[in-house]
């Protein structure tokens, strides 16, 4: 079969293809004077975390409003001097939540009778050794820190990840336009263009938990893991 009527059918068996493959889309088209070739591809880079965030605060409940307020100012006083003495860095440490509200009892046939006031104060925190973690967050929970959400991982320098899963898809995409050309008896060219699409990383795993039965002898088990970051390619290839 000549080269042309083999890249026409397998144009024709390609666009009757299921999406089988989600990192991969290949598309040959021909034209007046070349015959181009569309390959997607995903690279992926795998890389250590070395920033953990959290969110860490108090929760308090009082008959009244001040006397909530009072109290949950006490015990954050201290969970961020826990946090300081632990060697995070002021501009590390942000308020991300205040909220005081009105407590009801809910009664049938009853109109709601107000029962008391409730003050929740969080604060978001950035770790950046993330050796410390478990220690930090068993002397958040010792200084009165009643609620934890995280850690969530990333990387300082993405950018640097993302460029090793960029330079991976360029890979995956030139060795697949290879085997396309090879197969219909031809070889690339070069290269007509390159287009980067959406990229992203799988979603954080963070650990939800209520920290007030955390074991005084022992620090909290943290596992950061390794973070993949996802770049998507399409070039397009000229074959000769």
Known sequence: MKPTLLLAAMAVSLVAMPAAAQ?????????ANATLLTISATGISRSAPDIANVSAG???????ADDAMRQNR???????????SAGIKREDIQTSNLNLSPQYRYGENQPPRLTGYQVQNMVSVTLRDIGDAGSVLDALVSQGANQI???SFSIEDSE??????????MAK??????????????????IVSISEGGHHS???????RAMSDVAEDMSTPVEPGQLGLNANVTVVYELK
């Open 202 to 208: 799988p979603p954080p795993m963070p650990m939800m």
């Open 74 to 84: 006490e015990r954050m006083e201290r969970v961020v001097s826990a946090l300081r």
């Open 23 to 31: 990192d991969e889309r290949v598309m040959t088209t021909q034209m």
């Open 149 to 151: 959400n995280g850690p």
């Open 160 to 169: 640097g990840a993302m460029n090793d899963a960029r330079r991976d898809a």
């Open 173 to 190: 995409a030139r060795e697949r336009a290879d085997i396309y050309a090879g197969a219909a008896g031809m070889s690339v060219a070069r």
């Open 58 to 64: 108090v929760v308090t409940q009082a008959e009244t």
